[in-house]
């Protein structure tokens, strides 16, 4: 599976932008084995950065732990309708994949928060996972044994 395009969506809050990516790549790990039996090598999206108006907001590094074809939530403070939101990544092949807006009808636009849909504080998949959260974990919720002050630990 050879990498492809990128789907955006960007929403504008109240002093604050959220951009979803779906970025399709293959995600491997290096540790699967395709029918023959020999070891799929390892092709992951290491660098990701995320630009409004041409300035560097979000510059981040993944694994191969990630998903096939991940789905990565920022919130960047401000934004204003209109701006122009890039997000890039380079795999550990040397792929280089870009997407921007606004056109071709899949965001990089900024429009305005449609709904009651929040989620305020959130962390999603691996991050969540550093942070000592489960996926889905809503804010200000942590591990039990951060809790656990009466049991003396």
């Known amino acids: ?86 997000v890039s990544w380079l795999d550990n092949e040397g792929h280089l994949e870009a997407a921007a807006g606004p056109g071709q009808g899949v965001a990089g636009e900024v429009r305005p928060r449609q709904g009651p849909w929040r989620a305020e504080g959130r962390l999603r998949g691996p991050a969540a996972l550093l942070q000592g959260r489960r996926p889905g974990d809503g804010p200000g919720s942590a591990p039990a044994a951060l809790h656990d002050h009466a049991a003396g630990t």
Do not use: C, W
């Open 1 to 86: 599976m050879a990498a492809g395009p990128m789907k955006m969506r960007a929403t504008l809050g109240s002093g604050y932008t959220d951009v979803r990516v779906l970025m399709t790549h293959p995600m491997e790990t290096g540790q699967r084995k395709d029918a023959d039996g020999k070891i799929i090598p390892l092709h992951f999206i290491q660098n990701l950065t995320v630009k409004v108006n041409g300035k560097t907001v979000v510059e981040g590094e993944t694994s191969q732990a990630v998903s096939r074809n991940p789905v990565f939530t920022f919130r960047i403070k401000g934004g204003a309708k209109g701006d122009k939101i890039e």
